[in-house]
């Protein structure tokens, strides 16, 4: 890894973990995600206009796996927002973050979209990653019961994980058919892409955010605040500095493995900043999220 890519993925982390933190204290909503959207919409709307990106050329398909994905990705929002109203960053940002791995490998497992099966290396990564995800809720480990994790929070998590599993998979369709129009991987077409799914995004929280009245409400309030735009520009950033990384690494595994430093950085964030409780099953759940998720982006 070169100090180019370094720099990119370790400011990216930081963003990352950034935005879900101002997310958290913002006391996020629908109304909130449709304006960071928007916002984030707004900031690639120059460079989509730029590129060569041809709506024209795009087939049917294509528009229907944007739209699923623009539809996983307001279940996500929507999961977020309500998870970080109910509980705390510390607890929700790993396992909104983990969760996903799991998801993923059994949905490509299931459809057989993956190129190969996986080795032992990343089973052992995904169990651990599972046994980190069962400490997480408790504050004490008698306390592990399946009380702990029969609550809403638990059930908003879920709601977030299912929608970053169907959007990631979705997305590596919808990009894998950019690449066989246009015959090259472009950084330029990816943010042509992103400026689609952002716009959607915030225009489907935004009609969903009009039909409750507490949401309308909150459009008012927002508007007036920093918060929801800078969050836009930090996550749509996030996301874009990680492409750029991924022209500086021998293998993109090192891309994978080192962003996830964003994961404790949120942790500690919740902690530290938001006094958070933070018993040990919690931090010894986060340690074994984080050496799960490196087994896995280390397996090649």
Same mark, same amino acid.
């Given at each position: 890894?070169?100090?180019?890519?370094? &720099?990119?993925?370790?400011?990216?982390?930081?963003?990352?973990?950034?935005?879900?933190?101002?997310?958290?204290?913002?006391?996020?909503?629908?109304?909130?995600?449709?304006?960071?959207?928007?916002?984030?919409?707004?900031?690639?709307?120059?460079?989509?206009?730029?590129?060569?990106?041809?709506?024209?050329?795009?087939?049917?398909?294509?528009?229907?796996?944007?739209?699923?994905?623009?539809? &996983?990705?307001?279940?996500?929002?929507?999961?977020?927002?309500?998870?970080?109203?109910?509980?705390?960053?510390?607890?929700?940002?790993? !396992?909104? @973050?983990? !969760?996903?791995?799991? !998801?993923?490998?059994? $949905?490509?497992?299931?459809?057989?979209?993956?190129?190969?099966?996986?080795?032992?290396q990343e089973l052992l990564g995904m169990g651990i990653v599972?046994?980190?995800?069962?400490?997480?809720?408790? #504050?004490?480990?008698?306390?592990?019961?399946?009380?702990?994790?029969?609550?809403?929070?638990?059930?908003?998590?879920?709601?977030?994980?299912?929608?970053?599993?169907?959007?990631?998979?979705?997305?590596?369709?919808?990009?894998?058919?950019?690449?066989?129009?246009?015959?090259? #991987?472009?950084?330029t077409l990816s943010i042509a892409y992103l400026f689609f799914?952002?716009?959607?995004?915030?225009?489907?929280?935004?009609?969903?955010?009009?039909?409750?009245?507490?949401?309308?409400?909150? &459009?008012? @309030?927002?508007?007036?605040?920093?918060?929801? &735009?800078?969050?836009?520009?930090?996550?749509?950033?996030?996301? $874009?500095?990680?492409?750029?990384?991924?022209?500086?690494?021998?293998?993109?595994?090192?891309? #994978?493995?080192? @962003?996830?430093?964003?994961?404790?950085?949120? $942790?500690?964030?919740?902690i530290l900043i938001l006094k958070e409780s933070h018993g040990?099953?919690?931090? !010894?759940?986060?340690?074994?999220?984080?050496?799960?998720?490196?087994?896995?982006?280390?397996?090649?």
């Amino acid at each position: 890894m070169t100090l180019t890519a370094f &720099f990119l993925i370790l400011v990216s982390a930081f963003l990352h973990a950034g935005w879900n933190f101002i997310s958290k204290k913002s006391v996020p909503s629908l109304a909130f995600y449709s304006l960071s959207c928007g916002t984030a919409a707004l900031l690639w709307l120059l460079p989509f206009l730029a590129s060569d990106f041809s709506c024209a050329r795009m087939s049917g398909r294509f528009w229907l796996l944007t739209g699923t994905s623009i539809f &996983f990705e307001i279940l996500y929002v929507a999961g977020l927002a309500y998870s970080y109203r109910l509980s705390d960053i510390s607890l929700v940002y790993p !396992l909104a @973050r983990a !969760l996903p791995l799991l !998801l993923t490998a059994a $949905v490509t497992a299931v459809f057989n979209l993956g190129s190969r099966q996986m080795g032992p290396q990343e089973l052992l990564g995904m169990g651990i990653v599972f046994c980190g995800c069962l400490m997480m809720p408790l #504050q004490r480990f008698r306390d592990f019961r399946l009380s702990s994790y029969c609550n809403i929070v638990i059930v908003f998590i879920l709601l977030a994980a299912i929608g970053t599993t169907g959007y990631t998979v979705v997305d590596s369709v919808a990009m894998a058919e950019i690449q066989a129009v246009y015959q090259r #991987q472009s950084i330029t077409l990816s943010i042509a892409y992103l400026f689609f799914i952002e716009a959607g995004i915030a225009l489907g929280t935004g009609l969903l955010a009009v039909c409750r009245r507490s949401e309308r409400q909150e &459009f008012s @309030r927002l508007v007036r605040l920093k918060s929801p &735009f800078l969050t836009g520009i930090c996550s749509s950033s996030a996301y $874009v500095l990680i492409l750029l990384s991924m022209n500086f690494v021998s293998n993109v595994c090192y891309v #994978q493995a080192f @962003r996830q430093i964003s994961l404790p950085l949120g $942790v500690l964030a919740g902690i530290l900043i938001l006094k958070e409780s933070h018993g040990l099953p919690k931090i !010894l759940g986060t340690t074994l999220i984080v050496l799960g998720l490196l087994l896995v982006a280390f397996a090649s």
